[in-house]
């Protein structure tokens, strides 16, 4: 007699809703369903780390009694058929404690919202210093347990990723952001999201904070299906991404091409890390790096606190301000530094030559050649004007991709050589052009329709694409059309098997030549579409150009009734940002980080103080 086929154990923590569809007893989140246990693993593995590290490499059906807060049915063994009923144990509901008076769990509200807000860990509660504070505000208040904190919060997580979820739903198109983020003990990945909300502005949440090893421990794959697992868990399904914005490393850049092979949408790389590289690659000559060294040695001698820095306050006066260090070697941090030392040279120099008095510093290298105060000086105007536009990308509503083409080609137009410059700050403008001609692809924004151009053109504050030829621009309205037709065709919806086919009737000798009415009524509709489409593009070229400053998403939602094609797909484009990571960490920082420091050791807690700390507008 055959045996029958072994059952994986993962499914003792899943249900099957339908067949297409299954259920996390723990957190009760569904997931797509595709044939393979293999997305229901990587979730336990991700999501739920302390069931797995209490059941062992099979997921040992003993250690079924627990799970935390959050109940597994007895319902199902490992050696029976998956379930498919979806009368799934709902998460338990925890009361606010604190003692008999009603506002005591207002005061436990705010405990878990003060952790999430400043990223404390969860031991503070158990703290004496903390429990004599809470005594002194609220003698009558019992502060729960630590275990009942971290209930709590994965409570809070769970319900904000329903609403996440929901919200995600109700969208046509959404944008997506993937980088990795330095944590107290390996990277982890973060999986944004971007979508326009009700008030018309883009929004951007996390999906995701996962931990994935060092660069050595991990492939393309690894990410593209941890990519694929969130995509499923939230329902983003092929064509609802409009692009996915990454950062530099090859696995990441590896694994988003074959994500755009499995859900169809554009990898785009951040512009943050791209600038970055274009300006670093200016400091790799030999003066320009050998004045950047000295220049930290000084910035580091003159600190705040040492007696250097008492020297210097001495010789400023009221024109004092603080050195400022490279900490980080970032192409902005580099920056600053330069600007400060600029700012104060005469007074530093002074300093350093009574400084140099002192017999303890006398054999201290701290002359800067005037050589080398040139270079510094060139670092500062070359670089200006690209820290400008940086402070601007760094707010939200500037950074959407439809804006990258105009402030590339301001920044090319401060790149451009002028006859009396200097020569370390001609060689400085010349290498940044150059590699930004190359990073960006500077010549095939013009020639052909990218992600950014199709957006720019959605962009009534760009619309006019005055960077490109007459036949390009004509091109571009081309592709537009030929984009929004295809989204449109996509959105359509789809007969169903319960709607029933229509009767069908023997066609007459009349109907099998000229065609029947239905043929010719589908064909008809296709074609008011299409003309539908090149009125509204052509009406639209002849709107006038928005301000600089004004809102295009605002724009779209007046308009929207009149533009019913194009303003779908704008809604599409203008949520893509042009960073991967949050503006500020993407245009600043070496390596994005998010606070993935949190003092809690558990990634899973991690996670959710992270999530809950980001989506505060949840």
């Not at 971290?150 to 952001?177: C, H, N, P």
């Not at 992600?451 to 694409?465: G, V």
């Amino acid at each position: 007699m055959a045996s029958s086929p072994k059952v994986s154990i993962v499914w003792k923590y899943f249900a099957k809703v339908n067949p297409k569809i299954t259920k996390c007893k723990v957190c009760q989140q569904e997931m797509r369903f595709y044939g393979s246990t293999t997305g229901m693993r990587h979730h336990l593995e991700r999501k739920h780390p302390y069931v797995v590290a209490m059941a062992g490499d099979t997921l040992s059906a003993s250690h079924a009694d627990v799970v935390l807060a959050y109940p597994v049915a007895d319902s199902e063994s490992s050696n029976t058929a998956p379930s498919t009923s979806s009368a799934v144990p709902l998460p338990r509901v925890l009361p606010l404690v604190g003692g008999g008076d009603q506002n005591m769990g207002a005061v436990t509200e705010a405990i878990l919202s003060c952790i999430t807000r400043d990223m404390l860990s969860l031991s503070i509660v158990d703290g004496v210093g903390f429990k004599e504070l809470l005594h002194v505000l609220k003698p009558t208040y019992q502060i729960p347990s630590m275990k009942y904190f971290e209930d709590l919060l994965r409570t809070k997580y769970m319900s904000g990723r329903t609403k996440l979820k929901t919200l995600i739903q109700d969208k046509e198109t959404v944008a997506l952001s993937c980088y990795t983020v330095v944590g107290a003990t390996s990277e982890a990945l973060v999986i944004m999201v971007h979508l326009v909300s009700s008030e018309h502005s883009v929004q951007s949440y996390i999906l995701s904070v996962s931990e994935i090893g060092e660069p050595d421990d991990r492939s393309a794959e690894d990410i593209l299906q941890l990519v694929l697992d969130n995509l499923s868990e939230y329902d983003i399904d092929e064509g609802m991404i409009s692009a996915v914005v990454h950062d530099d490393s090859k696995e990441m850049a590896e694994a988003m091409d074959l994500l755009k092979q499995a859900m169809n949408c554009d990898p785009m790389k951040c512009m943050g890390v791209l600038l970055n590289e274009c300006i670093s690659s200016a400091f790799v000559f030999p003066d320009i790096d050998g004045t950047i060294i000295a220049a930290r040695s000084i910035a580091s001698y003159f600190k705040p606190g040492t007696p250097a820095a008492a020297e210097l306050e001495k010789h400023a006066g009221q024109q004092y301000s603080i050195v400022q260090e490279d900490l980080t070697h970032h192409w902005t941090s580099i920056f600053e530094m330069c600007v400060s030392l600029a700012k104060q040279q005469q007074f530093i120099s002074a300093a350093i030559e009574v400084l140099k008095k002192d017999d303890e510093v006398k054999d201290v290298c701290l002359n800067l050649t005037d050589q080398q105060w040139e270079t510094i000086h060139a670092i500062v105007k070359v670089l200006m004007p690209l820290a400008r536009a940086v402070n601007v990308l760094a707010q939200e509503k500037f950074v959407s991709v439809s804006s990258l083409r105009a402030i590339l080609r301001s920044m090319e137009k401060k790149l451009e050589v002028e006859d009396d410059d200097p020569a370390s700050m001609r060689k400085l403008k010349e290498t940044i052009h150059a590699s930004m001609k190359e990073s960006f692809q500077l010549e095939a924004l013009l020639e052909k329709p990218t992600t950014s151009t199709i957006a720019a053109a959605l962009d009534p504050r760009h619309r006019t694409l005055k960077y490109h030829t007459p036949e390009q621009q004509r091109q571009m309205r081309n592709s537009l059309g030929h984009i929004v037709e295809s989204q449109r065709q996509q959105t359509e919806p789809e007969e169903t098997e319960d709607v029933a086919p229509p009767t069908k009737r023997r066609k007459s000798g009349m109907s099998d030549l000229l065609g029947s009415d239905s043929e010719d009524s589908d064909d008809e509709s296709q074609q008011r579409a299409c003309n539908r489409l090149e009125i509204e593009i052509q009406a639209y070229a002849l709107e006038k150009v928005m301000h600089k400053e004004s809102e295009p998403l605002e724009w779209w939602h007046i308009n929207e009734t009149r533009y019913q094609f194009l303003a779908p797909a704008a809604r599409g484009y203008l949520c893509i940002p042009c960073t991967a990571a949050l503006p500020r960490d993407a245009f600043t920082k070496n390596q994005s980080t998010i606070k993935s420091d949190s003092p809690e050791p558990n990634p899973d807690l991690v996670e959710c103080l992270v999530f809950l700390n980001h989506n505060k507008k949840l």
